[in-house]
């Protein structure tokens, strides 16, 4: 079986879970005798918001699961990593509808914006919210029972309040063209709070608690905290990512991107624009929404060198992460117990180091991560159904 197949196949089996969730979100809402036109509307919600991305984060609570456990899951334990998944699937789309809302962009994900679209505008806040309220259902219904339910429900939770303080702070720091506003200190703490919890803590830390990762554990006679150990990597796996996301919007391509990059004319605190700061023509032609200011500040940006700046701190992004991922002391070959292996780490770096466009997930729609993933897997003794008989 070919990479391409096996990406195929594993995308497959994880949206036909999707579309189980679904079914049953759209069922509850008929339960509650909710008029069938307000039912038609939450199921286009769900169906144009949730599944019409590279789904990586979702998939990744799957994968970190197989890698904690070290061994192929059960259907059962499958299904549940697969929800679980899909509840950050779910999640990301409320605050990516109500963040073009409020950056009043044009493309999400190669189509047009939710709230775009013809009879929808403003009734996408609502929406929003539903989507959010959607994943608290999900979580009631398939994991009420279980002990560390009420862990699953706090880490939605930071995450969502780190994400709506760090969008906070970028769209008041946007709200006025001053430039002595913007900080790389600044940049920093929106990347930590918008980005690096939710988007790379968050599926490992619910991988995790499903699989009973306890708060301390001692291998090879050290004592080990594997989640603030996680997120003392994690974090900066975020930051790369972000400064990545700052830079593709100014040197990608809507193709490449899945979106018009609209960082310049937008005012943001990017780390493009805080690496640039201190000339005289950025406070002339930045966060004005004219095309012509914007390719002055392009230009500028070329004239800097801001390419090669970056491939600069890609590299050392990479090798910093590489350390702190080296810290993560393994178990011997052969011990099943359930603990912190480096390969959930190594497997997020491999998906997001030289990426050239706007989701991170684009190594693994190559077939790149597939294969990465694989020998992941197999180093831990097992092979999972979907990669058995390659051939």
């Not at 491939?311 to 052969?334: D, F, H, S």
């Amino acid at each position: 079986m070919s990479t391409t197949e096996i990406k195929q196949q594993r995308r497959k089996k994880f949206e036909d879970v999707f579309i189980h969730i679904r079914d049953e979100l759209i069922e509850h809402l008929k339960a509650e005798k909710m008029p069938q036109e307000a039912v038609e509307w939450f199921h286009r919600n769900l169906d144009f918001n949730v599944p019409g991305g590279k789904l990586n984060r979702g998939l990744s609570v799957v994968e970190s699961v197989e890698i904690l456990r070290g061994r192929q899951l059960s259907d059962d334990e499958y299904f549940k990593a697969a929800v679980l998944g899909w509840c950050v699937e779910v999640f990301q789309a409320c605050y990516l509808v109500a963040d073009d809302i409020m950056d009043q962009s044009i493309m999400r994900r190669g189509q047009p914006c939710w709230y775009r679209l013809e009879a929808v505008g403003n009734i996408a806040v609502n929406d929003s919210i539903m989507l959010e309220g959607a994943t608290y259902q999900l979580l009631k219904k398939y994991f009420r029972s279980e002990t560390y339910y009420v862990h699953l429900l706090e880490l939605f939770h930071e995450a969502a309040y780190q994400l709506e303080m760090g969008q906070l702070v970028d769209v008041v720091t946007a709200l006025d063209v001053d430039l002595t506003k913007f900080s790389l200190e600044k940049h920093a703490f929106m990347v930590q709070y918008r980005a690096a919890y939710y988007c790379f803590y968050l599926p490992v830390a619910l991988a995790m608690r499903m699989c009973s990762m306890p708060e301390t554990y001692t291998l090879n006679g050290q004592t080990v905290e594997p989640y603030k150990l996680a997120l003392s990597i994690l974090l900066p796996v975020g930051e790369y990512f972000q400064i990545q996301d700052d830079f593709l919007d100014y040197a990608g391509t809507p193709e490449q991107f899945g979106k018009i990059g609209t960082d310049i004319v937008d005012n943001k605190c990017s780390w493009c624009i805080n690496i640039a700061l201190s000339r005289k023509v950025l406070d002339e032609n930045y966060g004005q929404k004219d095309a012509a200011k914007e390719a002055t500040v392009k230009a500028l940006y070329e004239e800097l060198g801001l390419r090669e700046k970056y491939a600069v701190y890609e590299e050392n992004a990479k090798e910093r992460i590489e350390k702190l991922t080296e810290q993560v002391p393994e178990p011997e070959a052969g011990v099943d117990e359930v603990v912190l292996r480096r390969a959930v780490f190594t497997s997020f770096l491999s998906k997001i180091y030289k990426r050239t466009n706007g989701s991170y997930s684009a190594y693994v729609m190559s077939g790149g991560a597939t294969e990465v993933y694989f020998l992941i897997i197999t180093s831990h003794s097992f092979v999972a159904p979907m990669f058995q008989n390659p051939m």
